[in-house]
T-cell receptor, first 112, second 116 residues
């Protein structure tokens, strides 16, 4: 399995609070991604990174920001969490010139 | 724009029966196609992928899929279902060579149940 960890694995928070999710990889892959998974929607891309300090928006980026200060870490921040952001969040990685993404174990976030 | 349609959000088969999970795609450029499997409370694991070359692709756990350009399909099959195949399966597409190959578009998933 690709060396990808996500933290925390579970989190319950209240509406309006900031939340940061962390993705850490030990594979030194260039690309990193954040997806959210919701019933009936599959997985949807939130943001992705193609290098340190290089990020871009995905399909559902509103309400989310990301940062990547090191190759191995990709942070997803919800500045002010809303109930619509209750979801399971997955991090993925891939290497430059390859087409396969490898997924982390996921973080289940509940916003009350 | 690309999209993926998975017909049937829930599929139930008997153990030993044929598994057929349907996936149709829309793409303006030659696509790369993927099937991922997700076991309960786990991340996604790559089952198989089609990029170029042979249109019949074999993956892990006895699964295979055939890329049919004329039908814009990439259906997943397994001749004989096992109880351990119970999981959710996702089809995904990305533009092929020359496109934004790192952006995956997922279908909504098919939950496979295997009855004893």
């Amino acid at each position: 399995d690709a060396g990808i960890t996500q933290s925390p694995r579970h989190k319950v928070t209240e509406t309006g609070t900031p939340v940061t999710l962390r993705c850490h990889q030990t594979e030194n892959h260039r690309y990193m991604y954040w997806y959210r998974q919701d019933p009936g929607h599959g997985l949807r891309l939130i943001h992705y990174s193609y290098g340190v300090k290089d990020t871009d928006k995905g399909e559902v980026s509103d309400g989310y920001s990301v940062s990547r200060s090191k190759t191995e870490d990709f942070l997803l921040t919800l500045e002010s969490a809303t109930s619509s952001q209750t979801s399971v969040y997955f991090c993925a990685i891939s290497e430059l010139g390859t087409d396969t993404q490898y997924f982390g174990p996921g973080t289940r976030l509940t916003v009350l | 724009a690309q999209s993926v349609t998975q017909l049937g959000s829930h599929v139930s088969v008997s153990e030993g029966a044929l598994v057929l999970l349907r996936c149709n795609y829309s793409s303006s450029v030659p696509p790369y196609l993927f099937w991922y499997v997700q076991y309960p409370n786990q991340g996604l694991q790559l089952l198989l992928k089609y990029t170029t070359g042979a249109t019949l692709v074999k993956g892990i756990n006895g699964f295979e899929a055939e890329f049919k350009k004329s039908e814009t399909s990439f259906h997943l099959t397994k001749p004989s279902a096992h109880m351990s195949d119970a999981a959710e399966y996702f089809c995904a597409v990305t533009p092929g060579r020359g496109g934004a190959t790192n952006k995956l578009i997922f279908g909504t998933g098919t939950l496979l149940a295997v009855q004893p």
